[in-house]
């Protein structure tokens, strides 16, 4: 009997490994560098990202800086959880042609590593909202919700969100009296909780005086939060596990995304649409704005009005689009894109701001010239308004320098083929449903480049337009049409946050900040203490 199940055991393991290893040497038989894989992980990203100090998920293709792969123009690595294997870009042009010029090659986005379950309501959920869609459902859906993020309907909402700023100054103001440390991810989180709650889904919320409300307690489920009991160790170690080595669901169950949390979220926005839909009642919030696009099918309002660049290179092409007469689901549009909502936003804002605080600590001067800005725009106790929120240009710099430095999500820059395209100058040929990964062009960015004046150090300087940035080369927010849609409600919100803050108090170190950041090893953002000194304090 035991030796019958030994042998089952070894013909099991050798069944894996030869799945496992069989497409091991695809890119060296199509003359393409790779980084060399070892069962059952693949390359070394992966196993750095598990088992090495200091490398986590958001950062693990940077172990690839330094190396001979650095000095290629792509290369192949094995680990992928979607597809097994991806071809890493590591090259400008070649990554704006496949993002921009040629993006009706590259219009889907990866799974991220999700084998969603269409039986699960959770899963569809998320599997329903328009960055998990692909092809012509997707054009539709982000043309659809393109105009709900311009900076005129944003104006729009801008009075719930300031609303947060107020709270958040509250709450700084009393830590600051008591002199208690501050945990940077903690209080944001709050912040771009409360921020979301009442922008996307009508709900008064303040997570400074309630942080046990129901609500926050649902989200923190959803987006696994320490502290929830799907964000626990061995819940995070299991979704982890299950990316890179998905035969581990056969064992132990790992669901995709907390069923807890994200039922409850729909049955507050179920109700709260019937609410809105029965009286009347309007906020001008991102569920009326995603109503009105619907119900007025002015799915193509103020797309062709570009602010920048950015914005032109997203433009989407809706001339090959089949028409149809079919209608948007009303309750599954807005269910599923206020739920990306908190996937998108949450982690990212607060994460942000986390960051920022760090390097304002580590650049004093930098909060110092921010704070300037804020005094000769605003003034020490002016109402803010939103125009004065458009006008900090020197914040807008800072967060993206910030962002130049440290990313929540970096890892996931990446592209399915959907048609074979050949890479220019060559005749390599990618294949319809292969991964290309952009994320190494961001390692790069970070350190010393031709794109930035000052690019080695942290300077929100590079930013400057007198000092001609190569913004293409600046990956914090994606390029191209499948960009984020939510750069400008990022924008916002975080100055909301920032100007709160820096109008009546000092960032400073505590004993126990870190002179480097370091992010967490497997979820966004980093741990950072500091304490607010009020600015009457400081100057005497």
């Known amino acids: 009997m035991f030796v019958d199940i030994l042998v089952f055991v070894v013909a099991f393991l050798l069944f894996l490994y030869y799945r496992g290893t069989r497409n091991y040497k695809k890119y060296k038989l199509r003359g393409i560098a790779q980084a060399e894989p070892t069962w059952p992980l693949g390359s070394k990203h992966n196993w750095k990202m598990l088992f090495a100090k200091g490398v986590g998920v958001s950062d693990q293709y940077g172990v690839f800086m330094g190396t001979e792969l650095e000095k290629e123009k792509m290369f192949g690595i094995y680990g992928h959880p979607d597809n097994g294997d991806a071809l890493i870009i590591n090259d400008l042009d070649l990554a704006k042609r496949m993002m921009v010029k040629d993006f009706d090659h590259f219009v889907d986005r ?195 009005v570009f602010e920048s660049e950015f914005e032109e290179d997203a433009a989407l092409d809706m001339s090959n689009v089949k028409k149809t007469a079919d209608k948007f689901d009303k309750e599954r549009t807005l269910v599923s894109n206020a739920f990306l909502l908190f996937i998108a936003a949450l982690d990212t804002t607060s994460s942000t701001l986390t960051f920022i605080i760090h390097f304002f600590m580590k650049h004093p001067e930098v909060q110092e010239k921010a704070r300037d800005e804020i005094m000769e725009i605003i003034g020490p106790k002016e109402k803010v308004t939103f125009d004065h929120i458009q006008s900090l240009k020197y914040l807008d710099n800072v967060i993206y320098e910030t962002l130049r430095h440290a990313h929540p999500f970096a890892q996931i820059l990446e592209r399915e083929c959907t048609k074979d395209y050949i890479i220019p100058g060559t005749d390599y040929v990618v294949r319809k449903g292969e991964i290309v990964n952009f994320s190494f062009l961001y390692e790069r960015m970070r350190k010393e480049n031709e794109s930035f004046y000052n690019s080695g150090e942290y300077d929100p300087d590079n930013f400057d337009a007198s000092n001609n940035p190569d913004t293409f080369s600046f990956l914090g927010f994606g390029q191209g049409p499948r960009n984020c849609i939510g750069k400008r409600y990022a924008m916002i919100s975080i100055k909301i946050a920032l100007v709160s803050i820096l109008r009546s108090f000092q960032v400073v170190k505590t004993e126990n900040t870190k002179e480097k950041l370091e992010q967490f090893k497997f979820l966004a953002g980093a741990e950072v203490p500091f304490y607010a000194l009020p600015l009457v304090e400081m100057e005497e």
């Not at 599997?127 to 997707?138: A, C, L, P, T």
């Not at 709450?171 to 709050?190: M, P």
């Open 110 to 304: 990866t799974d991220f590593g999700l084998k969603l379950d269409e039986t699960s309501e959770a899963d569809m959920m998320f599997g329903h909202s328009f960055i998990m869609q692909k092809g012509d459902d997707w054009k539709k859906n982000r043309n659809l919700m393109t105009p709900v993020f311009t900076t005129g309907k944003l104006k729009l909402m801008y009075n719930l969100l300031e609303k947060c700023g107020t709270q958040l100054e509250d709450y700084i103001a009393n830590c600051s009296k008591q002199n208690i440390e501050i945990d940077a991810k903690d209080v944001f989180g709050k912040f771009a909780l409360d921020g979301i709650a009442t922008s996307g889904f009508g709900i008064e919320s303040n997570s400074f005086k309630d942080p046990d409300n129901m609500f926050r307690r649902m989200v923190m489920e959803l987006m696994r939060m320490p502290g929830s009991e799907s964000g626990s160790n061995y819940e995070i170690t299991k979704l982890v596990l299950k990316g890179l080595l998905p035969m581990i669901e056969y064992i132990v169950s790992v669901p995709n995304v907390s069923p807890k949390g994200a039922l409850f979220l729909k049955d507050v926005l179920t109700k709260t649409i019937k609410h809105r839909e029965n009286t009347q009642t309007r906020r001008n919030d991102i569920i009326d704005l995603i109503i009105d696009q619907i119900d007025s099918k002015k799915a193509e309002e103020d797309v062709n």
